[in-house]
Structures are given as structure tokens and as C-alpha cells.
């Protein structure tokens, strides 16, 4: 909390911007886009979670998307792994945005993404990201929908490397995850920029299981440099750094290649951890 005051502070004082311009109630009953209309219904009970409304979207190459909701139940017990997902869209590595899957014994997956929740015809600005312009939300869904919107839609570059959680650390970042995902429908918050984001909410759930975990760092405000920070920290499975091997882990063009097959997230996956 205290790192999230002082960035919002130290940006009103660099960029001269009137505190009136950055305050505000962040609100749960705007008129959204289409993909951020609906929010997943989450609830974990003993060691079953149950989705109802987990977003299954699918996109066209040339743009354009089917909307499409699933409900499924998971078996907390039954998690064996998690994957952390990077996509940069810039020509510059830095800016991108973070993700994870979750992998289950009976080979499905599911997918969290931090987003900053846009209205109709909104556009995301990363400067308008630190003006309170959006409010914040957990996408929860399938890889077709969370990998597919970037690869396929977007056309943008998409690595996913192996996490080193053991299962039982997996599980409970995702029950983690969700229940912040709840809390959010009751509470909203807005999204900020550089201290709101998808890598800093993913490095504040890690920290919650273990705490001091994951500290501050330059790659939670440019989480395109995050691969190298989470593989120093040990959060990666990788047995080089991930200068030398990014390229084994870009899957955009083999979700392209799968999109619409059953198998996806299988496929997709292919001799990933065989460097």
C-alpha cells in the first residue's frame, strides 16, 4: 500500500498534475466493452473452486470476436503447475502485460489476467492508466480466449515459461488470485499504470503466500524485463536465463496454428521445458 501511495504521489508531482484530475470513486456499473462486460462469478468452497461466467472468447485474424461464457468446476487438489505468460506490445521489450495459467491433472487450463477494465470503443493508454481512467479487473478464463486475444487477434509476440511452484504453492496462488478477483466485485479499485498493474498484482499474491518474496523492482512497471527478474528469483523452471532461451518459449505462432483445435493449450506447450 505504501508503494502504491508513494508512486501515485511522486507521478502528481512529476508530471504537475492537479490532485483534482486523479481523484474519484472507481465504480462497478459503467457501461463496459463487450470483453469486460461480464465478470466471472468465483466461489471456493473447501477445496473446490466453481466458475460460473469464466470468459471463452474467440477471435478472428481479422479482428473481431465471438463472445462465448463457461461454467466448470476444479478440484484445488488437482492443480500441478503454474505457467507464466508474457506479451510485449511495443518495439520496446519493456512495456507488456503478464498472465497466468493454471494447469490441471485432467489437462485443462485456466487463465488470469489483469486488465484495465475499458468502456465501449476505449482504447488502453498507458497514460491514461495513471490518470484513474479504469477501473481493474481479474479476467478469468480460457487460453483460447487470455493467449488468442494477443496472438491471434493482436498478432503480438507470446511467451509462456514453466513456473518452479510446486502444486500445492500453485494452488494456493491461484485461490489467492481469486479471492482478490472477488473482493474486487464488492470493492473496485482502480487500475494504475505503475502500481496497480498485472505484474505487480501477480508479485502481491505471490507475496501473500511468502511473504518479502518478490520486491520491488523496474520489471513490476515494465513487465516486459520480468522473465529475467522472475527467473533470478527462482520463479522460473528454466535452465538458462531467458535471454538465451525466449525464443523456445514463443508460442504465437503455434497458437495460430491451433486455434479452434481441442488440444490448444496441449499444443501450444510442445517441447516447452526441453531446451
Known sequence: MLRKAFIGALLCVIC????????GVPRPDRRYGAEHEVLAVLRVTSRELRVHRARAFRYGVAGGATAAYYDARYD???????????????SWRGPAHAFVSFEFADSRFLSISVEARREPG?????????????????????EPDVIGSRAVAKGEPVYLYPGRATPAQAARLLETLLRRAAELQVRPEYYHT??????TNLADAVNAITPGRVPWNRALVLPGFS??????LGLLALAKPPAEVRGHY????RARAAYGAQDFSTAIRQGLGRE
Open 16 to 23: 504537475g498534475l492537479p490532485l483534482g484530475l486523479v481523484t
Open 122 to 142: 476505449e482504447r488502453y493508454s498507458p497514460w491514461l492508466g495513471m490518470l484513474r481512467r479504469y477501473e481493474l479487473i481479474y479476467v478469468v478464463g480460457d
Open 194 to 199: 505503475l502500481a496497480n498493474n498485472c505484474a
Open 250 to 253: 514463443r508460442v504465437e505462432e
Open 76 to 90: 484445488l487438489d488437482a492443480v500441478r503447475r503454474v505457467w507464466y505468460g508474457l506479451s510485449p506490445f511495443g
Open 227 to 232: 522473465d529475467e527478474f522472475a527467473y533470478r
